[in-house]
């Protein structure tokens, strides 16, 4: 009787805040989605968590997105802080070395020469920045720290169809033609992939609405599952973008298959919806796409590839066992949308996938407790270990693992 009385006092404040917190959410709704169950093949493919042997050092580096490494003895960390770090493992010290204008996220080098960097950036949830703070495509000059803006507006396109793949050149708009009518600023720079020559870079924009931002800026999205992640093609050569993606669910990790020297398909997860897709951009199957994985176990972000052709990932967040229920009665999202974020269920699970080269085969999956590191955002094979960048704002240090020490089927 006590916990119904509870109940029936708590519900009109509930009420409240929903129509609070709903009111001033802008998050659109997909259609109901038809989750199934995670595929036995995965669930055999579990192993024992490997983090208890976890190794934390450069402590002073703080939570994450992405790392790319120079070369043995340097790196560089896209910081939750605003800034771009650079890792020495010769002292074994990292530090501020590049601030963007609002956050970075993804990073690679520019082509073969390794000589700049480019990031994604983008706003972070919580955080206040400048009004004319641009989202976008960063290049940084390694020996000069020279910050250019390659990249800051995209073509304002209509509504595409679900699940698009454009193989069509001729979609092309060149950056010196763009303008209030036919183009907008970048919403969200997410991740990156670079091209062998440097002269394509493409870009994944998980979502397009105003104030976009990562982090828990993001989480909307997950709930809302609306079908407006795009890929874009951004070449350098031509100084023109066009889509190659769209209509697909928060596009977050890319790689990229090259084939004679031009990308014959790229594969990316769609995170919110629990998947890796490829889709192919040249060749026979030009303008499809093929679900490689669906119904993973966590929230798969990043992808990076090792010296042998296995495609690694991090799954930032375990599945919610409500994911099912959630998305298969989208008329339930307004009501989750309308609360606080701090009243939305949460994991402090995180974990990895391994896969080959094809994606489609699962040889290695582990979860873990949120113990010892939260929140990996992707997983990156360097050498004889692999680095797992946390994206946690109170996380600290860089955190890696004996490549020898985690086992594959």
């Not at 989605?33 to 580096?61: C, G, H, S, T, W």
């Not at 939570?63 to 010769?90: E, P, Q, R």
């Not at 709930?223 to 023109?240: C, F, Q, T």
């Amino acid at each position: 009787m006590k916990k119904w009385l509870i109940g029936i006092s708590v519900l009109p404040a509930l009420i409240l805040i929903t129509y609070i917190y709903g009111s001033l959410d802008e998050t659109q709704i997909g259609p109901s989605y038809q989750l199934a169950d995670v595929p036995e093949a995965v669930l055999q493919a579990k192993m024992q968590d490997p983090f208890e042997n976890l190794r934390i050092e450069m402590q002073e580096l703080p939570g994450h997105d992405d790392i790319v490494f120079l070369n043995d003895s340097t790196a560089f960390a896209s910081g939750m802080d605003g800034w771009i770090w650079k890792l020495d493992f010769a002292t074994g010290k990292a530090s501020q070395w590049v601030k963007l204008p609002v956050n970075p996220a993804g990073l690679q080098f520019a082509g073969p020469e390794r000589d700049t960097l480019l990031a994604c950036a983008s706003r972070l949830g919580g955080e206040d920045y400048p009004e004319d703070a641009r989202v976008g495509l960063y290049e940084i000059e390694l020996k000069t720290r020279e910050v250019r803006p390659l990249l800051l507006q995209l073509p304002r396109l209509s509504d595409s169809a679900p699940d698009s793949v454009s193989p069509d050149p001729d979609s092309s708009l060149k950056l010196s033609e763009m303008n209030a009518s036919n183009s907008r600023p970048f919403a969200l720079c997410n991740d990156l992939a670079v091209s062998q020559s440097g002269k394509e870079i493409y870009l994944t924009e998980p979502f397009n609405r105003q104030k976009a931002a990562m982090g828990s800026g993001a989480v909307p999205e997950a709930i809302g599952l609306y079908p407006h992640g795009k890929i874009w093609l951004y070449d350098r050569e031509a100084n023109s973008v066009r889509p190659v993606v769209s209509g697909f669910t928060f596009a977050d990790g890319i790689l990229l298959d090259e084939q004679d020297g031009k990308v014959d398909s790229i594969v990316f997860t769609e995170t919110t919806k629990f998947r890796m897709i490829r889709a192919y951009i040249r060749g026979e199957k030009a303008g499809q796409f093929e679900v490689l994985q669906e119904n993973l176990p966590g929230l798969a972000d990043g992808l990076e590839r090792d010296s042998q052709g296995r495609i690694w990932t991090g799954l930032i967040k375990k599945r919610s066992g409500l994911m099912k229920l959630v998305h298969s009665n989208p008329w339930i999202k307004p009501l989750l949308l309308g609360l606080p974020q701090w009243l939305l269920p949460m994991s402090k699970d995180t974990g990895i996938m391994v896969f080959d080269s094809s994606g489609k085969k699962v040889l290695h999956y582990s979860m873990h407790d949120g113990s010892r590191i939260r929140d990996i955002s992707v997983a990156v094979p360097h050498g004889d270990r692999v680095y797992f960048p946390s994206f946690e704002k109170d996380s600290r240090g860089l955190f890696s693992l004996d490549l020898a020490g985690i086992p594959f089927r």
